[in-house]
């Protein structure tokens, strides 16, 4: 049996199959309006795919969901000394219109997602929440 830990407790889960499909979602205010940015990581089983097929998937599930969904990059890089996709895009969702960007990578068998979401027009400030999470990223590999 294995113990599933949070923050908050730990329990065992029994020997059926479970899967770790965990997403933290963090929301900031921007300005002194309604707007907010949004902060998400995510992590899945990397199932034996290859980043860039990951990627690929990723992008094809987003056009699926998202209204207008297109790509503006997709960048080689390398996040705590591991090799990443660094995929930035913009979509329209119920507020007009949104930008995302995303680094991706694969620890062991784990995909992880880190992405800042939020207006398009405060793409610059999106960029920089990201880059700051990722310039203090320690991976316990």
Avoid: Q
Wanted: hydrophobic share 40%; net charge negative; with cysteine.
């Amino acid at each position: 049996m294995s113990t599933y830990y949070m923050n908050e407790a730990a329990f065992d889960l029994p020997e059926v199959g479970f899967v770790d499909r965990s997403v933290t979602y963090l929301e900031a205010p921007i300005g002194d309006g309604d707007e907010s940015i949004s902060l998400v990581v995510e992590r899945a089983s990397a199932e034996e795919r290859d980043l860039a097929r990951i990627v690929d998937e990723h992008i094809a599930d987003a056009r699926k969901r998202l209204r207008g969904y297109a790509p503006i990059h997709r960048r080689e890089r390398t996040v705590e000394r591991m090799p990443a996709l660094d995929l930035a895009a913009r979509f329209v969702d119920d507020d007009g219109s949104a930008y995302t960007r995303s680094v991706h990578l694969v620890l062991d068998d784990v995909w992880i997602l880190i992405a800042s979401e939020g207006p398009a027009e405060h793409r610059g400030f999106c960029d920089e929440c990201l880059e700051h999470v990722l310039s203090t990223l320690r991976l316990r590999t």
